[in-house]
Structures are given as structure tokens and as C-alpha cells.
Nanobody
């Protein structure tokens, strides 16, 4: 079970990026998938997650209405579309997955709930 995150880079404020997270060794349809981010000197925090395939999606207040999580089960890939990027979005972004579709949103906000993690991709928002 492996996750590979990609798509990070340098973008100007107000710009957009799409992160991808490719899964190998398992199919995503019975997994909850999430994105977390960690800024320098700060704790890794949740950004968004989707409970099961096509299930409920949740966003932290800081990214709500700007970021969109989605997945393509046929490609075993999860995406995070990021729009209207701000300097405070600068961080290393991690994707994560756990084999669970139980409807417990608070559970999926915790790092410790996820069993598989990608290696992280750097997003820098700067002019």
C-alpha cells in the first residue's frame, strides 16, 4: 500500500494548483482519503477528506470554498484542486488513506487515524 503525491510547485497569490495522489497496491473505493499540510515550524493539520468513494467531503475553515477534493477510482488517484491560493497556504502537502468508510468526520481529522501516507509535495505561494 503506497501513496505518491505530486503536483506541488511555486505559484503566485491568487493562482491555482492541482495536487495528485496516486495509490498503488490497493483500490481507493473502500478508503477514506485525506489531505494534510504542514507549514514550517507548525503541526501537520488536516485540510480535506472524503469519506469513502463519492461520500461526504469536508474542508477545514481555512480552505473552504477554495479547495476541492476529488478522486478517480479507475486511476486510483485522489486530487486536491486549490484555487485562490494565499501565502498562508504555503506548506508541504500530504495525502493519506485509511480503509474505513464509517461516518465519523471527527475521526478523519486526526493524523493518527490514517494508516498510509504519501511522501509530501511542497506548495509555495509567493510573488
Amino acid at each position: 500500500v503506497q501513496l505518491q503525491a505530486s503536483g506541488g510547485g511555486l505559484v503566485q497569490p491568487g493562482g491555482s494548483l492541482r495536487l495528485s495522489c496516486a495509490a498503488s497496491g490497493f483500490t481507493l473505493d473502500t478508503y477514506t482519503v485525506g489531505w494534510f499540510r504542514q507549514a514550517p515550524g507548525k503541526e501537520r493539520r488536516w485540510v480535506s477528506f472524503e469519506i469513502g468513494s463519492g461520500g461526504s467531503r469536508y474542508y477545514s475553515d481555512s480552505v473552504k470554498n477554495r479547495f476541492t477534493i476529488s478522486r478517480d477510482n479507475a486511476k486510483s488517484t485522489v486530487y486536491l484542486e486549490m484555487n485562490s491560493l494565499k501565502s498562508e497556504d504555503t506548506a508541504v502537502y500530504y495525502c493519506a488513506a485509511v480503509k474505513s468508510t464509517s461516518f465519523i468526520p471527527s475521526y478523519y481529522q486526526r493524523k493518527s487515524s490514517y494508516k498510509s501516507w504519501g511522501q509530501g509535495t511542497q506548495v509555495t505561494v509567493s510573488s
